[in-house]
C-alpha cells in the first residue's frame, strides 16, 4: 500500500512539474495540449524582439488600459497577442490600425504578418 501511494505521489509531481513555459511575461507558463514546443518558442521570441516594444511604443495612447491585465486589447503579453496575431494583422494590412492614423510602413506590417504566421504553425 505505502510502494502504491509513493508511486502515486511521484506520478502526480512528474505530471505538475513537467508543463513547460512559453517564457511570457504574463502567461501561466502552460503550452496547451498539441502545441509544437518549438514553434512556440520560435514565435514567443519574435513577439519578444520585434512587437512587444513596438506595440508599447506605438498602440498604448490609444488602447487606453493597456496595462490593465483583464483588459481583452492589452497585447502587451504574448498570450494576448497570440490570441489576436490574424486580427492585429488584417487591422494593421488594412489600414484600421491605427486608428485615425497613416497606414503603417510595409516594413511594421511585415512584421505583423510574420508574427501571425508562426502563431499559424503553432499547431
Known amino acids: 500500500m ?16 513537467s508543463c513547460s513555459s ?8 502552460m503550452i496547451p495540449s498539441g502545441d509544437d514546443p518549438v514553434a ?6 519574435y513577439y519578444d524582439d520585434n512587437l512587444k516594444t ?9 488602447h487606453e488600459n493597456y496595462h490593465n491585465k483583464s483588459n481583452a ?3 502587451g503579453s504574448f498570450a494576448r497577442a497570440r490570441a489576436a496575431a490574424t486580427s492585429m494583422f488584417n487591422q494593421v494590412n488594412s489600414g484600421s490600425m491605427p486608428k485615425g492614423g497613416a497606414k503603417l510602413p510595409q516594413d511594421d506590417i511585415d512584421k505583423f504578418e510574420e508574427f501571425r504566421d508562426l502563431i499559424n504553425a503553432i499547431n
Open 22 to 29: 512559453s517564457g511570457g511575461d504574463d502567461d501561466d507558463g
Open 2 to 17: 505505502k510502494q502504491i501511494l509513493f508511486l502515486s505521489s511521484l506520478a502526480v509531481f512528474f505530471l505538475l512539474t
Open 40 to 45: 512556440l518558442k520560435a514565435a514567443q521570441d
Open 54 to 62: 513596438f506595440i508599447a511604443d506605438n498602440c498604448v495612447s490609444c
Open 73 to 75: 486589447s492589452n497585447y
